[in-house]
Each structure stands twice: as C-alpha cells, then as structure tokens.
C-alpha cells in the first residue's frame, strides 16, 4: 500500500541533496527506464515464477518513479 504522508524535511533535503549534486534527474530516469525494461525482459525470457502480477506492479511503480523525475509520458 502506498504512504499517503508527506516526506520528512530531512528526506526532502537529502532527495534534492542528490539530485543536485549526485545525478540530474532526467539522466536517473533515464537510467531507471533503461532497468525496468532490461529486469523486466530478462524475468519474460527466463519465465521466472515471479507472477504476471508481481512482474506488472514492479514494472509500473519503477515507470511511475521515472516519471516523477522526468514527465516524459505526459500528454501536453
């Protein structure tokens, strides 16, 4: 079940620590939809017993990750 609660303010400072000194954000989106694509095609070729639902719900939550930091879907 997803947390509804906001972040803390350390959490926050952290999170914009490092995406301001670490990593641009559209390059972390990048790099998370270039994983998801590449975890999620390895688990289809293996048939792993993960489960189709397992395997969708990851797939989407690390999606809607990367489109948090970079709206690349968004419709304009």
């Known amino acids: 079940m997803m947390n509804t609660k906001g972040l803390s303010e350390e959490t926050e400072k952290r999170l914009l620590d490092f995406f301001t000194d670490v990593i641009d954000p559209k390059d972390m989106a990048k790099a998370l939809r270039t994983t998801n694509y590449l975890l999620t095609l390895s688990v289809i070729r293996e048939r792993d ?3 189709k639902i397992n395997l969708e ?3 989407y939550w690390v999606n809607e990750l990367a489109e948090v930091l970079d709206p690349y ?3 304009e």
Do not use: A, K, P, S
């Open 73 to 75: 879907l968004e419709v």
């Open 49 to 51: 017993e993960m489960g």
């Open 57 to 59: 719900n990851f797939f």
